[in-house]
C-alpha cells in the first residue's frame, strides 16, 4: 500500500524534499557566513569533540564510541524518534512538520559545513549518507506524512475535519 501512497502524493513529497534541502542549504550558507552559527547549531560540547576527534585523526570517532549493539539502539531508537515527532507535529495544521524539516535540514547543512571547513567534506559525505540515507529519507517521508494531517485538517473537502483527519 505504501507504494500507491507515495505515488499519489509525489509532489507533496517532492515539495517536502525540496524544503528539506533548502533548509540544508541554509544551513551551509549561514555557517560559511558566520562561523559561530555551528557552534549555535550544534552546541559547543559536540563541536568541541568533532574537533578533537579531527586533531587526533578519528573525525569520526563520535560514531565509534562504546558498544557497536549500544551504538546501534541509541541511533536507532533517535532516528525513529525524529522521523515520529515529525510526522506527529503535523497535527498542528503541518507547521510543527516544517518546524521539525527546518530544524533538521539546518542541522545537517551545518554538520556539513563543518567538515567541508576542515578539508574532509567528501569524507563526510560517505559517513554521513551511507549511514545516514535511510534515516534522511524517514525524516522527508514523516515530514511529507505530517504535511498530510495538516493538509487534511486544513483541507478536509467535503468531510468533516475529524473523517479528513481519520483518512
Known amino acids: 500500500e505504501l507504494p500507491l501512497v507515495i505515488k499519489r502524493r509525489q509532489r507533496l513529497l517532492l515539495f517536502t524534499f525540496l524544503f528539506f534541502m533548502s533548509f540544508v542549504l541554509l544551513g551551509v550558507f549561514s555557517a560559511y557566513i558566520d562561523q ?33 549493539l549500544a551504538m546501534f539502539l541509541f ?15 503535523g497535527i498542528f495544521l503541518g507547521i510543527g512538520s516544517l518546524y521539525s524539516l527546518f530544524a533538521n ?44 494531517i495538516g493538509n487534511s485538517l486544513l483541507f478536509p473537502g467535503t468531510y468533516t475535519r475529524l473523517q479528513s483527519l481519520k483518512q
Do not use: W
Open 36 to 68: 559561530t552559527f555551528v557552534r549555535a547549531v550544534l552546541g559547543d560540547e559536540y563541536v568541541d569533540m568533532t574537533e578533537r576527534n579531527i586533531a587526533n585523526g578519528d573525525p569520526f570517532g563520535v560514531y565509534k564510541n562504546g558498544n557497536e
Open 75 to 89: 541511533i536507532a531508537f533517535n532516528n525513529i524518534m525524529v522521523a515520529f515527532k515529525t510526522f506527529s507535529l
Open 105 to 148: 535540514g539546518l542541522m545537517v547543512g551545518v554538520f556539513e559545513f563543518m567538515f567541508f571547513h576542515h578539508n574532509m567534506g567528501f569524507q563526510s559525505i560517505l559517513v554521513v549518507f551511507i549511514h545516514g540515507t535511510l534515516e534522511l529519507s524517514a525524516i522527508v517521508i514523516s515530514g511529507c506524512a505530517g504535511l498530510m
